[in-house]
């Protein structure tokens, strides 16, 4: 398996532009997480989803965060609009149910917002 | 509020020296503890993952350990390669169904040196 695709690795824009980024999670996993991490506060929990059909967002910052899961194998996190303090490295994450099953992460996208 | 605390948040080893990491938690209703290590620009990779009633698990060179009636766990790095240096994540998670929660500890940054 490829394991959790996250795209694009990196983005640099301007504030106040619209930001996408995409998740792929691993085939038949049914839990898909979006995490954003910043020196300052770690690894924090934005939403996640179970069977696409999101749980908890109560991570998400304000109006401005996003997220959907139109199907079991593809998820967006939107900032609209962006600012320079969404600067972060954003990870996605899934998971089978299950005990003792393990969380995999992808590698990150990498924003930095001007 | 559930809480991870690690430390030290920051160590320096020489090459081929043991290390120990900590971690403290007061996470309830207790799960299980994961600890991940996470390079230099990537995302987390599962190291170990312990449920309640396990004690010790080792992965390689990487043993932790768990003490739930203390709320404590460790992570033991023996004769430690260059290839080591990373952050060390340690993280709970709080039980209750399909709810997956897990608090994240701000981790451990370890540099071996030659």
């Known amino acids: 398996d490829a394991g959790v695709i996250q795209s694009p690795r990196h983005e640099v824009t301007e504030m106040g532009q619209e930001v996408t980024l995409r998740c792929k999670p691993i085939?038949?996993?049914?839990?898909l997480f979006w995490y954003r991490q910043t020196m300052m506060r770690g690894l924090e929990l934005l939403i996640y989803?179970?069977?696409?059909?999101?749980?908890?967002d109560s991570g998400m910052p304000e109006d401005r965060f996003s997220a959907k899961m139109p199907n079991a194998s593809f998820s967006t996190l939107k900032i609209q609009p962006s600012e320079p303090r969404d600067s972060a490295v954003y990870f996605c994450?899934?998971?089978?149910?299950?005990?003792?099953?393990?969380?995999?992460f992808g590698e990150g996208s990498w924003l930095t917002v001007v | 509020k559930n809480q991870v605390e690690q430390s030290p948040q920051s160590l320096i080893i020489l090459e081929g020296k043991n290390c120990t990491l900590q971690?403290?938690?007061?996470?309830?209703?207790?799960?299980?503890l994961r600890w991940y290590k996470q390079d230099t620009g990537r995302g987390p990779v599962s190291l170990t993952i312990?449920?309640?009633?396990?004690n010790t698990k080792s992965n390689g060179r990487y043993t932790a350990t768990l003490d739930a009636d203390t709320k404590q766990s460790s992570l033991h790095i023996t004769a430690s390669q260059l290839s080591d240096s990373a952050s060390y994540i340690c993280?709970?998670?709080?039980?209750?169904?399909?709810?997956?929660?897990?608090?994240f500890g701000k981790g451990t940054l370890l540099t071996v040196n030659p």
């Open positions: 994450a899934s998971i089978k149910q299950g005990v003792g099953n393990t969380i995999y």
């Open positions: 085939s038949g996993h049914d839990y």
């Open positions: 989803f179970n069977n696409n059909v999101p749980i908890d």
């Open positions: 971690c403290n938690y007061t996470v309830s209703p207790f799960s299980n």
């Open positions: 312990m449920t309640f009633s396990e």
């Open positions: 993280v709970v998670r709080s039980s209750g169904g399909s709810n997956y929660k897990l608090t």
